[in-house]
């Protein structure tokens, strides 16, 4: 398949369009109808209902396998460009906020850096089509276990850091004295829902045999103060590594004893690293 038509496809199903998909890529309307038609004619399927504007069932099924294939053919693009280009131009890292801690902002450059804090998932495609030269992912995983990773792109992931995780309550919490809790004890309470801020309820959810943990408030952002604020103020619990969630204002941090997990932290990158990315590569996976 012509990949300038399946990108075309791909923005009219996503726009229900084809004048806003013709305003957005920069053709005529006219264009958008012919690359459509050629896509069409080539898999010998209609892909779309033309009032309303929708996929049909040949074309949900093409969708499926057209976000990867063009994500993989821009991963291609960027890697070539990327060993074509000048050397050193400094360093962008993309990073989930949890992956953040305080050993890895000791070890940034001093100048020359660009730091963008992405929602986890957004992480390995960042660095896949060069809109990072480094990525940090995290999640929660029993100790030494690697995480699981989308398969965008070829990736080279390695091991960044490991450390305990705890269960941040406010300080007035009837369990917020105890030494250590237990998961699973906690699968009824009220959680906050903070995909991109803490760590995943679907990561508790699965070290708990996929049972549990409603969602009481959800938050959609990256910001950690505002998500330790809510645990603060209860409107719900939440799960960070041990050295985030240790004297957050007007909460405790309880570690977690059972089952036997870590927060775990991985670097992402495509091809060898170089420069200011192989420098701080070495250093925090050393």
């Given at each position: 398949m012509d990949p300038h038509l399946l990108r075309t496809y791909v923005t009219v199903a996503r726009l229900a369009s084809f004048s806003e998909a013709a305003r957005e890529l920069g053709y005529t309307q006219s264009a958008v109808s012919q690359h459509?038609?050629?896509?069409?004619?080539d898999l010998g399927a209609p892909l779309l209902t033309r009032r309303p504007v929708a996929p049909t069932a040949a074309g949900e099924r093409l969708l499926e396998h057209a976000g990867p294939l063009l994500l993989r053919l821009d991963a291609a693009r960027a890697d070539v460009v990327r060993?074509?280009?000048a050397p050193e131009h400094g360093l962008t890292l993309a990073a989930a906020p949890t992956a953040l801690a305080a050993r890895v902002l000791a070890a940034l450059p001093a100048a020359g850096?660009?730091?963008r804090v992405l929602a986890r998932d957004a992480i390995p495609a960042a660095v896949a089509t060069g809109f990072a030269d480094l990525g940090l992912v995290d999640g929660l995983a029993a100790p030494s276990d690697p995480?699981?990773?989308?398969d965008v792109a070829p990736l080279t992931t390695r091991g960044a850091g490991e450390e305990p995780v705890c269960v941040l309550l406010p300080a007035g919490h009837p369990l917020a004295r105890r030494p250590g809790l237990r998961l699973g004890d906690l699968a009824d309470a009220r959680w906050l829902d903070a995909p991109d801020a803490g760590l995943p309820l679907a990561h508790l959810r699965a070290a708990n045999g996929g049972r549990g943990f409603r969602t009481a408030l959800h938050y959609d952002g990256t910001d950690l103060h505002t998500l330790t604020s809510l645990a603060a103020a209860?409107?719900?619990?939440?799960?960070?590594p041990r050295s985030m969630a240790t004297g957050a204002p007007g909460?405790?941090?309880v570690p977690v004893i059972e089952p036997r997990v870590v927060h775990r932290t991985e670097l992402v990158h495509t091809g060898a690293p170089r420069g200011a990315a192989a420098r701080l590569a070495d250093v925090l996976t050393g």
């Amino acid at each position: 398949m012509d990949p300038h038509l399946l990108r075309t496809y791909v923005t009219v199903a996503r726009l229900a369009s084809f004048s806003e998909a013709a305003r957005e890529l920069g053709y005529t309307q006219s264009a958008v109808s012919q690359h459509i038609q050629a896509l069409e004619l080539d898999l010998g399927a209609p892909l779309l209902t033309r009032r309303p504007v929708a996929p049909t069932a040949a074309g949900e099924r093409l969708l499926e396998h057209a976000g990867p294939l063009l994500l993989r053919l821009d991963a291609a693009r960027a890697d070539v460009v990327r060993m074509a280009s000048a050397p050193e131009h400094g360093l962008t890292l993309a990073a989930a906020p949890t992956a953040l801690a305080a050993r890895v902002l000791a070890a940034l450059p001093a100048a020359g850096v660009t730091l963008r804090v992405l929602a986890r998932d957004a992480i390995p495609a960042a660095v896949a089509t060069g809109f990072a030269d480094l990525g940090l992912v995290d999640g929660l995983a029993a100790p030494s276990d690697p995480l699981r990773l989308p398969d965008v792109a070829p990736l080279t992931t390695r091991g960044a850091g490991e450390e305990p995780v705890c269960v941040l309550l406010p300080a007035g919490h009837p369990l917020a004295r105890r030494p250590g809790l237990r998961l699973g004890d906690l699968a009824d309470a009220r959680w906050l829902d903070a995909p991109d801020a803490g760590l995943p309820l679907a990561h508790l959810r699965a070290a708990n045999g996929g049972r549990g943990f409603r969602t009481a408030l959800h938050y959609d952002g990256t910001d950690l103060h505002t998500l330790t604020s809510l645990a603060a103020a209860g409107r719900g619990l939440t799960l960070l590594p041990r050295s985030m969630a240790t004297g957050a204002p007007g909460t405790a941090a309880v570690p977690v004893i059972e089952p036997r997990v870590v927060h775990r932290t991985e670097l992402v990158h495509t091809g060898a690293p170089r420069g200011a990315a192989a420098r701080l590569a070495d250093v925090l996976t050393g």
